[in-house]
């Protein structure tokens, strides 16, 4: 579903990713993990060009989204993202941060939208939110509702960067909850996080990076049972 | 005593008589107000429409190498327009580059609402600059594209944001076009002159004074009202 070859993006002379070759599968989950600094959030926010690569080739559902003329708007559509910081649109309603993108992209009606964004809202309990703003919510309730808003798009793939980083420690459970949910249904998931226990539960091959480069690769099992990479065996002593 | 000060206090209904009333004076005032109104109120408009687009372009062209002459298109407007005096540009305008057109009024509208654009430009891109990356980001990773991200999602915020400054570009501009005189055009500054230089009588200068006073207090408390309605989902 998602190829990336030789991948390599630099932020002025500091050479962040340095050649990164992976292939995705439909139906996967995938866990990044590292230490920070190490190009995860970087890798993965170049999936969906948020980061423009400095060489190498992505490939998306047969498309190359790294060409020049590839429109790289229509296949954002099917590719959610969930952010560390919730990015609500705090101007805008809880219904209608969901409504926005079907609307304006002229997916779905305004009626037929916001039936759909109240059955999204109604699956995680806060359809009494609908129109509240985000500045009134709790950070867990934020980030549920900033992953179907992404969900409204009908994704074919949900990119997480980090999305229980910046909640209250009695909130993380919440949104883990929501994603394992998402993954129990066939969702393809690349999830980049800190969650040891997400990645040994839910993923279905973990990856380890560092300085820029995918140094190790495994099931969930072999990878926290068995880590060959010495950085690696050095990374887990530190978070288990 | 000062004989203006003794003027003022011995016959003030005397002084205001011949100065607003005598020969239908105070119809010259009124119909100088109404040209201040019209002419601050369209530069107001041609002042947002312009420091919106220029606002947007320099954003735009700050972030795509392929729009640099974009940038320092608008580069020099801001500089040239901010640089020269107001009274110059209307000059030039009135007597030069719109010489062609002989009504005064439009001319005025267009000086006053290009050189409060240069204004608005600066305060929209700090608006727009001032809102969280993550806003962007969101909207693009929905799929929305660069322009509706802008118009959807960033710029609500920025002008919500950039409000109490934009009130204070629109009071200088509604004070600004009291220079609006040089142009050989009745504003209600210079009608008030006109009536002083005739008559000797201050009191129209003071009237016109109070006009803008309370001009500048009502946009105030419009403005205030925005304010207060824009930030109503900002309740905790």
């Known amino acids: 579903m998602i190829s990336v070859k030789g991948l390599e993006k630099a932020f002025g002379t500091n050479l962040v990713l340095k050649g990164i070759n992976e292939e995705i599968e439909k139906g996967e989950k995938v866990v990044i993990v590292g230490p920070s600094g190490s190009g995860k959030s970087t890798f993965l926010r170049c999936l969906n060009l948020l980061e423009t690569p400095t060489k190498g080739e992505i490939w998306f559902e047969g498309q190359e989204i790294t060409a020049p003329k590839c429109d790289i708007n229509k296949l954002r559509q099917k590719m959610g993202m969930v952010f560390q910081h919730f990015n609500l649109f705090p101007h805008l309603t809880v219904a209608e941060n969901i409504t926005l993108a079907p609307i304006k992209l002229g997916l779905q009606k305004a009626e037929q939208a916001q039936e759909t964004a109240l059955r999204l809202l109604n699956r995680i309990g806060l359809s009494d939110k609908a129109d509240a703003y985000p500045p009134q919510l709790s950070g867990g309730q934020k980030q549920r509702i900033a992953i179907v808003r992404a969900l409204a798009m009908n994704p074919d793939v949900m990119l997480f960067d980090e999305p229980t980083s910046a909640l209250d420690p009695e909130m993380v459970g919440e949104v883990l909850e929501l994603m394992k949910e998402l993954a129990l249904e066939g969702m393809t998931m690349v999830v980049v996080t800190h969650e040891m226990g997400f990645a040994r539960e839910v993923g279905t091959r973990v990856l380890f990076m560092d300085e820029g480069m995918i140094l190790e690769q495994q099931k969930p099992d072999a990878f926290f049972a068995n880590p060959q990479n010495p950085r690696l065996q050095d990374f887990l002593s530190k978070v288990l | ?236």
């Open chain 2, 1 to 236: 005593m000062v004989p203006g000060l003794a003027n003022i206090f011995t016959s003030m209904g005397d002084y205001l008589y011949e100065g607003l009333i005598e020969q239908d004076r105070w119809l010259l005032l009124l119909k100088g107000l109404g040209n201040t109104v019209i002419i601050a109120l369209f530069a107001t408009l041609i002042g947002v429409v312009i420091g919106i687009l220029v606002a947007v372009a320099k954003v735009a062209a700050s972030q795509n190498r392929k729009l640099r002459w974009l940038g320092m298109l608008c580069d020099l407007y801001l500089t040239v327009i901010r640089g020269t005096p107001i009274v110059v540009q209307l000059l030039i305008m009135y007597f030069s580059l719109f010489a062609f057109i002989t009504n005064a009024i439009p001319v005025a509208i267009i000086t006053f609402g290009i050189n409060s654009g240069a204004y608005v430009a600066e305060i929209v891109r700090s608006g727009i600059m001032a809102v969280d990356k993550g806003q962007t980001e969101a909207g693009r990773s929905l799929g929305l594209t660069q322009s509706m991200t802008m118009r959807y999602i960033v710029m609500p915020q920025a002008i919500k944001n950039i409000l109490p400054a934009l009130g204070n570009e629109f009071i200088a501009l509604l004070k600004e076009t009291s220079v609006a005189g040089y142009i050989a055009l009745m504003d209600i500054t210079s009608a008030s002159n006109l009536i002083r230089g005739r008559t000797y009588n201050n009191a129209p200068l003071y009237v016109t004074a109070l006009t803008y006073l309370v001009l500048v207090i009502g946009m105030t408390k419009a403005l205030g009202y925005f304010e207060r309605r824009m930030a109503k989902n900002d309740q905790r």
